[in-house]
């Protein structure tokens, strides 16, 4: 048979194509067992996220040399301490040879058998001649034919997917250590006694309201910051109006009259006023403040100025388009600085209260101390 008709009938289409779509096959049945283990084990049958619960103890030293015993819990979830099988198909190597060996080998001899004998006579020698002929004849042919097929597909874990990851970090971002219980030790982690455990009690009330009011405090220092920059930035505003319109003005002037430079005087007076108020815009708010003034407009400590008809400087009033937002952010910082001066007030008292507690000159709460110092003062005379 000729070496070509050796790969006839072979079906190359099914020889590549079958792996590869074994591979696909098992791509989707990959992508479907780690479905099914974010399903199963991630969330629950109501479709929340399922979580473990980790307990801890948590020790904190106290001013008063007291410490609290604080039992933690944080629910993490399940997906984040799990590794997440993600199997695919990275590499799919077909392999196919086919060797085809033939040989033929033809060996001939050819025996024939004759023989001739003759004796001769030399004078005193004799000599004697045998001759013979032979041929063989033999063939010999041999072939090999042999087929190699193979297939190698690589799979590896490619981790987790982006999307789960990202999920998972908005998770991790609401996930924090929740406060059980606590209890009050000593120093040493041992129990107090009752008196002890009285005045630890009230420490500890006194240290949640110094940071409950030291939350609202930031937030209104926040506030403050926020209403004082919309200000300036209100006050920016009108302050490149003014300038737009004096520079087109003193365009109309001849640069080198003495109008001119009286004009330009006048201009530096007003832009001076103006960046006064962004250098110390937090300055005048505590003076307005504190003074107790209630402004109807934009206040006089701000000493804003402006150019009237005759180009001379004169105060700056509601006729300007905006004025009113000047007036209405400048209200809104004082109404800041007002909530934050009675936060200050409230939390210096509480700060006193708890130093006077960790000296030892208060023990109970400044309600029953109150309560305490009436019954303990002398009755007026009218009253017995």
Do not use: C
Request: glycine residues 6%; charged residues 25%.
């Amino acid at each position: 048979m000729a070496i070509a008709e050796q790969f006839a009938g072979l079906q190359m289409d099914q020889l590549i194509g079958a792996p590869l779509r074994a591979a696909a096959d098992a791509s989707l049945q990959l992508a479907n067992s780690t479905a099914d283990f974010i399903n199963k084990v991630g969330f629950d049958n109501g479709g929340k996220v399922r979580t473990v619960a980790f307990a801890y103890q948590k020790r904190s030293t106290n001013d008063d040399g007291t410490s609290n015993l604080d039992e933690m819990k944080v629910d993490v979830p399940m997906l984040a301490i799990v590794p997440i099988p993600n199997l695919q198909v990275d590499e799919v190597n077909i392999l196919f040879d086919m060797e085809v060996k033939q040989s033929e080998r033809q060996e001939s001899n050819t025996d024939l058998s004759a023989s001739v004998t003759g004796t001769m006579n030399f004078g005193i020698v004799k000599v004697s001649v045998t001759g013979s002929v032979s041929s063989h004849q033999s063939n010999t042919r041999s072939s090999d034919n042999s087929a190699k097929y193979h297939v190698d597909v690589r799979a590896t874990n490619h981790g987790i997917p982006e999307g789960l990851a990202r999920v998972l970090d908005m998770m991790a971002a609401n996930v924090a250590p929740a406060l059980v219980g606590s209890t009050l030790k000593d120093g040493n982690g041992q129990d107090l006694s009752e008196a002890a455990k009285e005045r630890a009690q009230r420490l500890k009330d006194l240290r949640q309201e110094i940071s409950q009011i030291e939350t609202r405090r930031n937030a209104a220092i926040d506030s403050l910051e926020n209403h004082i920059g919309r200000l300036k930035k209100l006050a920016s505003a009108q302050q490149n109006a003014l300038q737009t319109a004096m520079m087109q003005e003193m365009n109309k002037l001849d640069k080198d009259s003495e109008v001119a430079t009286t004009y330009s005087q006048n201009m530096d007076k007003v832009n001076q006023s103006w960046n006064n108020l962004q250098n110390q815009a937090a300055d005048i708010i505590r003076m307005i403040t504190d003074s107790g003034e209630k402004p109807g407009g934009v206040s006089v400590l701000f000493a804003l100025k402006e150019l009237d008809s005759k180009k001379e400087v004169v105060d700056y009033d509601s006729k300007q388009s905006g004025y009113s937002g000047i007036a209405q952010a400048q209200n809104s910082a004082v109404n800041a600085q007002t909530s934050l001066d009675q936060i200050e007030e409230e939390y210096a008292k509480k700060k006193s209260e708890y130093s006077d507690a960790i000296s030892g000159k208060s023990t109970t709460a400044p309600a029953t101390s109150g309560q305490n110092q009436n019954q303990n003062q002398p009755q007026n005379p009218g009253q017995q």
